[in-house]
């Protein structure tokens, strides 16, 4: 097998490198500070696959008008605790952000609330913003649609897209957070593994055959990545990309795949005041509760243990913030010649 070379760059050398880069492709001093942010943020915590590996290709949208980073969100309708935005093709990243600050007001003023953000980009990780309201104190739920890259059940052809969903709420000083997409594995993740030579560790889609397989290159040719849960998976991401469309007025996946890549999407934030409940005081304590008795799990594998949605991250940041955060060394070299 061919040696993977990597390098390990700090979080404060990637943010600053982002930020420099996005500078210089129209973004405010403000946005660009806040994108390098949530980008280097991903990468911190291992989830490399939207963080410093689809930064190119972010830059890449940029360049090709896809991104329109000097746009900002405009809101379209208010209905009490319900907004509907355009995103008007800005960052995905600095939408979502966004989206989710406004909705965090909007529960506090009503206990819950909803932005719906039509006509955005690709957010990168959703479970960023799931985190960024579940520490200020709030439930967070919210999903995006996507292209279409995974068949309904029974089908061959890609009409669903694989429609991330997060849930999140407040955790001792962090978070509990599932960030989780309809198909068994995310793109990137395929794309990841293809960089790194390995096949997937489960089964996750098809060949241009039909043949079940669990290597990604095959499966990204094909274009038929397999649900999760099956034809429940199917199911879901259906539902949410109904859900999505109809909430924000915005584009469906069957029509995001008519644009020339992934933009335009549709996303739907919804957060609740947690303060506003009456048994608020003891929600932190219900929580140690169910996640003493999950931590009771018998493992599989004799010295191996069970971890909660979010756990493996917490591990993750710490070990990335003191050694550096790994990187393929093609990939770094890839960033760095968007500087020149």
């Given at each position: 097998m061919t040696e993977i070379?990597?390098?390990?760059?700090?979080?404060?050398k990637m943010q600053q490198t982002f930020k420099k880069i996005?500078?210089?492709?129209?973004?405010s001093l403000k946005n660009a500070d806040e994108c390098a942010t949530i980008f280097t943020a991903n990468s911190l915590d291992g989830i490399y696959t939207h963080g410093v590996n689809?930064?190119?290709r972010f830059v890449q949208y940029i360049q090709k008008g896809y991104v329109l980073p000097q746009n900002k969100p405009s809101r379209s309708h208010v209905f009490g605790?319900?907004?509907?935005?355009d995103g008007n093709l800005g960052s995905g990243p600095n939408n979502a952000k966004f989206a989710t600050e406004r909705v965090m007001k909007?529960?506090?003023?009503h206990g819950i609330g909803c932005v719906a953000m039509a006509n955005t980009n690709h957010w990168m990780r959703g479970g960023a913003y799931g985190r960024q309201a579940a520490k200020e104190g709030f439930v967070f739920i919210g999903w995006t649609n996507t292209t279409a890259n995974m068949p309904a059940w029974g089908a061959t052809n890609p009409k669903l897209g694989n429609n991330p969903i997060v849930f999140a709420t407040p955790y001792g000083e962090?978070?509990?957070?599932?960030?989780?997409?309809?198909?068994?594995?995310?793109?990137g993740a395929m794309e990841l593994a293809v960089m790194r030579g390995e096949n997937l560790s489960v089964v996750g889609g098809y060949d241009k055959e039909g043949n079940i397989t669990n290597e990604p290159q095959l499966i990204l040719d094909s274009w038929r990545s397999l649900p999760v849960g099956f034809w429940k998976g199917a199911g879901l991401s259906f539902?949410?990309?109904?859900?999505?469309?109809?909430?924000?007025n915005g584009l469906a996946t069957h029509q995001i795949s008519q644009k020339p890549a992934e933009m335009a999407c549709s996303q739907v934030f919804i957060a609740i005041d947690l303060s506003k409940l009456p048994n608020h005081s003891s929600i932190a304590q219900t929580i140690e509760g169910i996640i003493h008795d999950y931590k009771t799990s018998v493992p599989m594998q004799e010295g191996s243990s069970v971890s909660y949605p979010g756990e493996r991250v917490l591990t993750t940041r710490k070990k990335n913030a003191e050694h550096g955060i790994p990187v393929l060394a093609t990939v770094w070299e890839e960033v760095l010649s968007f500087l020149t």
């Open positions: 070379k990597q390098v390990f760059i700090s979080a404060e996005l500078l210089k492709h129209q973004f689809r930064f190119p605790g319900i907004e509907q935005w909007l529960a506090k003023k962090d978070a509990l957070v599932l960030d989780m997409a309809m198909s068994q594995y995310s793109f539902l949410l990309d109904v859900l999505t469309t109809i909430l924000s």
